[in-house]
């Protein structure tokens, strides 16, 4: 039989993680098979307090957070580490060949990053979406807004149609239904239908569920119920097959891949050298870096023969004469551009 903690713990689940007293009430009935014995909800309320910093009579577990009078809510990790709760992989064969281009460096950078902006962001504050937006940023992804709670994301390195469509939560509502009948990954897949998506998101910022419709179906590809708890603790081994996830929504045919040399489908590079786009890639953040292959996606883009030679301190770019050279520094990109190349 479960403790009246577990039992506690399952109800807030069950409820988005806040609810009143009357509420956890009420699905604990639901939840206990076995019968309740007098004074019971004196017994829930006694539990909460007792493992509740915000309580007085705390002596436990701080695993509840008071919101208001009568109004309780789990504290994120507690929330995060559910026995029940299990990440569930892709299973896609191309997905278990496919191996990332970064270099590890490269993720731990974009990793740091990552936990940086959680370090200054609080899940119960009205700019927690703002953090959870700027996640996608930071791994590389363009947003844009189509509803209060439906974003459209796209590979800031590509400028193909291929679009993921993202449904944000809010950490009080119920991650698996809008409302009885009707759940969150049916709601995504006929929004993923109306936009031609690919992949489809569900997130609150604490946890994460991908999922696939690339064959016409709604394919639960990947569910990670821990992903602040990740962040937050700082396990970059954990966040490996999270990063994996991302990168191999973005594979593209003839996509342009960091952390190996880089090449343009049509025209390639003229070496000087030893030197070759690796080497001023290697150990750069990856949203630097990122954007540079926008860049050089739209160079390349350019009328005429454009020549790539990538030197020890610079790439340059000519058609007849130099009229770009870009220099990958940590944080930013350092351009030189001859505007009379252009000047009619």
């Known amino acids: 039989m479960a403790s009246w903690v577990e039992d506690i713990i399952q109800a807030l689940t069950n409820l988005g993680g806040q609810a009143t007293l009357t509420e956890i009430y009420k699905e ?17 309320r006694e539990r909460i307090e007792t493992h509740s910093s915000d309580s007085q009579n705390f002596k436990g577990k701080d695993l509840f957070r008071k919101v208001d009078r009568g109004t309780w809510a789990l504290r994120i990790q507690e929330k995060l580490n559910l026995p029940q709760a299990q990440t569930k992989e892709i299973v896609d064969q191309q997905y278990q060949a496919y191996s990332i281009p970064d270099s590890f460096e490269t993720i731990a950078n974009v ?109 639960l590809t ?67 870096v990122q954007l540079f292959n926008t860049l050089r996606s739209l160079i390349f883009s350019l009328p005429g023969s454009i020549i790539e030679r990538i030197n020890n301190h610079y790439i340059s770019y000519s058609c007849g004469r130099n009229f770009c050279e870009i220099t990958i520094q940590q944080n930013r990109l350092k351009i030189w551009v001859d505007w009379t190349m252009f000047e009619s």
């Open 222 to 288: 990947y569910f990670c119920p821990d992903l602040d708890g990740i962040i937050v603790g700082g396990k970059l081994d954990s966040f490996l097959p999270i990063f994996k996830v991302f990168s191999f929504i973005k594979r593209h045919k003839d996509e342009i891949k960091i952390g190996k040399t880089l090449k343009s489908p049509t025209k390639k590079p003229v070496k000087d050298s030893e030197w070759d786009l690796d080497y001023h890639t290697r150990g750069k953040p990856l949203f630097t």
């Open 28 to 44: 604990i009935e639901h939840i206990r098979k076995e019968p309740l014995p007098n004074h019971w909800r004196a017994n829930v």
């Open 111 to 219: 990793f740091r990053t990552i936990k940086e902006y959680r370090d200054y962001s609080d899940p119960y504050s009205s700019s927690w979406n703002e953090y959870v937006l700027e996640l996608f940023h930071i791994l590389g992804f363009n947003t844009e807004e189509l509803a209060p709670r439906l974003i459209l994301l796209k590979d800031m390195g590509a400028n193909d149609p291929f679009k993921t469509i993202v449904g944000i939560l809010q950490l009080a509502d119920n991650f698996e239904e809008i409302i009885p009948g009707l759940d969150w990954e049916s709601y995504l897949f006929f929004a993923a239908n109306y936009y031609q998506a690919e992949w489809g998101l569900l997130t609150n910022g604490i946890q994460l569920k991908v999922l696939n419709y690339q064959n016409g179906g709604n394919q």
